[in-house]
């Protein structure tokens, strides 16, 4: 299995530009979770799907951001508008439903907002 | 609320010693505890969990945790620690029951002297 794919893997955008970030879970995993990470807050979970569906964002950090999963292979994080304090790193990570629930983080997108 | 601490941002020590890097939880019920290690510009690997059972966790790379309850840390080691253990470790949890959502701990730079 190719784990956890996320893309693009960096992402320069300007201010005010929205930002599509994506990721393809591994196969048959029932969770989705999106994290963000910076030096200031560590990481934050930002919100998680159970089998397509948004269980919780509370996470999310104010409207400009929102996710999607129109299917049990693919997801989206959309910035809308960007501004440089949503500069981070974004992980995606997928999980079992069953057994032995630890979560498969994909590599990150690194987004900076200039 | 539900928490996990580290308490060390940064763990120096000597290749071939022994490392610990400390973790307490504050989970409600049954806690699932995990380990997770990132090397720079990757997301975090799955290194060892405890679910129930045998207190003394094994998991990748050599690396074992301790679980002890009524002192509720769950902290992670290593007899003899190898210059490629230098990353950032992340000490996560969550309870067996109700929302499948992790808590992380804030992360420590574990530095291996050669």
């Known amino acids: 299995d190719a784990g956890v794919i996320q893309s693009p893997r960096h992402e320069v955008t300007e201010m005010g530009q929205e930002v599509t970030l994506r990721c393809k879970p591994i196969?048959?995993?029932?969770?989705l979770f999106w994290y963000r990470q910076t030096m200031m807050r560590g990481l934050e979970l930002l919100i998680y799907f159970n089998n397509n569906v948004p269980i919780d964002d509370s996470g999310m950090p104010e409207d400009r951001f929102s996710a999607k999963m129109p299917n049990a292979s693919f997801s989206t994080l959309k910035i809308q508008p960007s501004e440089p304090r949503d500069s981070a790193v974004y992980f995606c990570?997928?999980?079992?439903?069953?057994?032995?629930?630890?979560?498969?983080f994909g590599p990150g997108t690194r987004l900076t907002v200039l | 609320a539900q928490s996990v601490a580290q308490p060390e941002d940064q763990v120096n020590v000597a290749e071939g010693n022994p490392l610990t890097v400390k973790c307490t939880y504050s989970v409600s019920g049954n806690p699932y505890l995990f380990w997770y290690v990132q090397y720079p510009n990757r997301g975090l690997q799955f290194l060892l969990k405890?679910?129930?059972?045998?207190?003394l966790v094994k998991g990748s790379y050599g690396f074992e945790a301790e679980f002890n309850k009524s002192q509720t840390s769950f902290h992670l080691k290593k007899p003899s620690a190898l210059v490629s253990d230098s990353a950032l470790y992340f000490c996560a949890g969550r309870d067996s029951g109700g929302t499948y959502k992790y808590i992380f701990g804030t992360g420590t730079r574990l530095k291996v002297l050669a």
């Open positions: 990570a997928s999980s079992l439903i069953m057994g032995s629930n630890e979560q498969f």
């Open positions: 196969s048959g995993h029932d969770y």
């Open positions: 405890y679910i129930t059972g045998d207190n």
